[in-house]
């Protein structure tokens, strides 16, 4: 396993991202590849994973039962969110909590379709709010869409634009299907032999002529205020400490974002490997130093 994850420390909020590949379930009917990610994920302990690509075969018949058995083997309450627009099959958005052994509660899940002007919006998202003793954390699971780059920047706007309340703790995770500012630069002849579905969404002409990397969603949620959380880590708390491809198209595209707060409590960030063509990730917070870092928040807020 790439970067072996230790036992949770006390006080500690664990969050991982992983994209199941089809909900870990093959075309022959083999559940093996679901099998060893649970077994990674039981390892890892985190108390809240945000899903992509959580899907099953026959999904009105089998979906269901697949989220149940899913949250079952880890202990955990399951949200399960929609499939995110573009999709060419129904694979979903989840966010998975451990509610039981934490006790923390689940306050609200975020809808994914809404109407607008008399139609159906769907997203590429879904999320809790997430009450964790005194503190409130809004975790959100992301799969931007693989085929179009306008679309993947509209979403990207949207989700952003109704997070930026400054009062919010936020965590974004999930496949961004897109390169980040930080981490390994793809070169003009890597974006070339990119599969053209991938090329099209992950690159574009320069003035040069010469393919360079879209950054967009990158520098949206940027400019919403929020942080690549394992870019803004020391190198001695990432493993591996240098910033790698999580994707086997060779980006690092399964990344999380969070508010300013929660960045400055990050204490660690592991890749792993689970049955699948994506790498886990994996992200601790020391729930003492937020504390202590929102306590002058709350002291503003009772002088008013």
């Given at each position: 396993?790439?970067?072996?994850?230790?036992?949770?420390?006390?006080?500690?909020?664990?969050?991982?991202?992983?994209?199941?590949?089809?909900?870990?379930?093959?075309?022959?009917?083999?559940?093996?590849?679901?099998?060893?990610?649970?077994?990674?994920?039981?390892?890892?302990?985190?108390?809240?994973?945000?899903?992509?690509?959580?899907?099953?075969?026959?999904?009105?018949?089998?979906?269901?039962?697949?989220?149940?058995?899913?949250?079952?083997?880890?202990?955990?309450?399951?949200?399960?969110?929609?499939?995110?627009?573009?999709?060419?099959?129904?694979?979903?958005?989840?966010?998975?909590?451990?509610?039981?052994?934490?006790?923390?509660?689940?306050?609200?899940?975020?809808?994914?379709?809404?109407?607008?002007?008399?139609?159906?919006?769907?997203?590429?998202?879904?999320?809790?709010?997430?009450?964790?003793?005194?503190?409130?954390?809004d975790c959100y699971s992301v799969h931007l869409p693989a085929r179009s780059a306008v679309e993947q920047l509209s979403?990207?706007?949207?989700?952003?634009?109704?997070?930026?309340?400054?009062?919010?703790?936020?965590?974004?995770?999930?496949?961004?299907?897109?390169?980040?500012?930080?981490?390994?630069?793809?070169?003009?002849?890597?974006?070339?032999?990119?599969?053209?579905?991938?090329?099209?969404?992950?690159?574009?002409?320069?003035?040069?002529?010469?393919?360079?990397?879209?950054?967009?969603?990158?520098?949206?949620?940027?400019?919403?205020?929020?942080l690549d959380l394992a870019l803004g880590l020391p190198a001695e708390l990432r493993h591996p400490p240098e910033l790698r491809a999580t994707g086997k198209g060779g980006a690092r595209v399964d990344r999380a974002y969070g508010?300013?707060?929660?960045?400055?409590?990050?204490?660690?960030?592991?890749?792993?490997?689970?049955?699948?063509?994506?790498?886990?990730?994996?992200?601790?917070?020391?729930?003492?130093?937020?504390?202590?870092?929102?306590?002058?928040?709350?002291?503003?807020?009772?002088?008013?």
């Open positions: 396993m790439t970067g072996v994850v230790p036992a949770t420390a006390a006080d500690t909020f664990r969050v991982a991202v992983v994209n199941w590949q089809y909900g870990g379930l093959d075309t022959d009917g083999s559940d093996a590849r679901w099998r060893q990610t649970v077994d990674v994920l039981g390892t890892v302990g985190a108390q809240v994973v945000l899903c992509q690509e959580f899907g099953a075969p026959q999904p009105a018949l089998r979906q269901p039962r697949h989220g149940r058995r899913t949250a079952n083997a880890l202990g955990m309450e399951m949200v399960l969110g929609p499939v995110p627009p573009g999709a060419r099959s129904a694979l979903h958005v989840a966010v998975l909590v451990d509610t039981g052994t934490t006790g923390w509660r689940i306050e609200a899940d975020a809808p994914y379709t809404h109407s607008r002007f008399g139609g159906t919006q769907h997203e590429s998202w879904c999320g809790v709010q997430l009450n964790i003793g005194e503190l409130v954390v979403q990207a706007q949207t989700l952003t634009a109704l997070l930026t309340d400054p009062e919010r703790l936020v965590l974004v995770g999930g496949d961004m299907n897109g390169y980040p500012r930080g981490g390994p630069s793809a070169t003009a002849d890597e974006l070339e032999e990119l599969p053209p579905h991938l090329r099209v969404t992950r690159a574009r002409r320069g003035a040069n002529g010469q393919l360079q990397a879209n950054l967009d969603v990158d520098d949206v949620f940027s400019r919403a205020g929020f508010s300013p707060e929660l960045a400055a409590a990050a204490t660690g960030y592991w890749q792993v490997d689970i049955a699948s063509d994506h790498d886990a990730v994996v992200f601790d917070f020391d729930l003492a130093a937020l504390r202590r870092i929102l306590t002058p928040r709350g002291a503003r807020g009772g002088e008013q």
